[in-house]
């Protein structure tokens, strides 16, 4: 069964308010194994409801529609969905007098409009809303010889979270197929969106029935897979096969089977390594540190950091000669190997990181352009630099050299696991 959820209110398309419903009923219905597969947002027009009501009653098996219930002339979802059903409404006296009551009780004189709040569409059974003034509906109904189930929800997220939970979740349990959703998470970082699908796509279309969605944010792809299946081992075998055969193919590039970020994965390997970890940042002005202390107990495998923009800072926390920034200049291969060997001295960390660049938008010069950056991972004997051209503006610079320095240790902590060594210094 798949489902479509309508979002109804014009305030959601202005860009002061978002639809979070949607999120909190697609999770709940993920988890009785119903995909969403169409999501609608909706102003007050009472033409335009009506048609999207009947759209989505001829491309889903379960359509849940959230706001428009209120007692205000805009709040039109009772009317458009009766509409699209060729139904009619009654209102509802026992809703009328709670109305009443509930108004007596606050001494708030009650306006004939709030009545409204009492029609109910012929056929539908009203779902008692706890939490406020505005009663849910739901309609098991035929929509051209189809089987459909309907619910009718308040807009403000307490109360729908609640009523579903109380009200919906149940009846569309006793009406869904017994089906359970395995999920995975494949997570990759700097390398193209195209690339992945071109190595990737001949893999998972060989699994039409698992759901594959490929996610583009910035430094990273994430390849999202779910299967439905009559069982869960079922599920989780078809998922687990699809995943670990796109994560063969793209293992150079890979970080994460689990979901896991970057910066966690790292903190783990630190940790598993018994080693611990400091940071000099120049142009990424202490964002690396900052990722890695978003972490809950980054503090066993991270010691600290120093953000050393000017020169002078570079030579006071982090030992770097003035004599190489006078040869080579901050933004060179020479200062980011002396920025992370001196910051893991200093801090008598097991691995110091550095880095140094040019984020833009200016200080760039033909000989090093906006861009260039030079990072550096250390553990004393060993130390490894990569230089790079990065594109884009001055946040997007920064968080890729973040990004690249976290892939640099995941890739020599893997290597450092590998050897079976609990250091890094490898020949």
Sequence with gaps: MIAEIIAVGSEMLTPYRQDTNSLAMTAELNRLGVAVAFKTILG?????????????LRRADIVLLSGGLGPTEDDLTREAVAAALGRGMARDQAVVESLKERFNRRGIQIR?????????????ELLPNANGTAPGQWIAAAYEGAPRYLALLPGPPKELTALFAEQVRPRLAAV???????????????????????????????????????????????LHFLCAKPSLAEAEARVANVLR???????????????????????????ARGLTLATAESCTGGLLAQRLTSVPGSSKAFAGGAVVYS??????????????????????????????EGIRHRTGAGVGVGITG?????????AKPVGLVYLAVSSGTRTEVRELRLMGDRERVRWFSSQHALMLLYSLLQQAGQAGAVTLDQP
């Design 44 to 56: 007050d027009d009472f033409t335009q409801l009506v048609d999207a009501v009947r759209i989505a």
């Design 112 to 124: 004939e409009i709030n009545f409204k709040q009492g029609d109910v569409i012929d056929g539908a």
């Design 176 to 222: 869904v197929p017994q089906q359970y959703i395995a999920t995975a998470q494949l997570r990759m970082a700097v390398v193209p969106e195209s690339e992945v699908d071109a190595r990737t796509a001949p893999i998972y279309q060989a699994y039409p029935d698992v759901s594959t969605t490929i996610l583009s944010t910035i430094g990273e792809i994430q």
């Design 245 to 271: 055969r796109c994560a063969d193919e793209m293992r150079e590039v890979v970080f994460s089977r689990d979901g896991s970020s970057p910066e966690q994965v790292v903190l783990r390997l630190l940790e």
């Design 311 to 340: 020169n002078s800072l570079k030579i006071a926390f982090a030992d770097v000669p003035q004599q190489m920034l006078e040869q080579h200049g901050a933004v060179s291969e020479p200062v980011a190997h002396a920025l992370a």
């Design 358 to 366: 040019v984020a833009g938008p200016d200080g760039g010069s033909a």
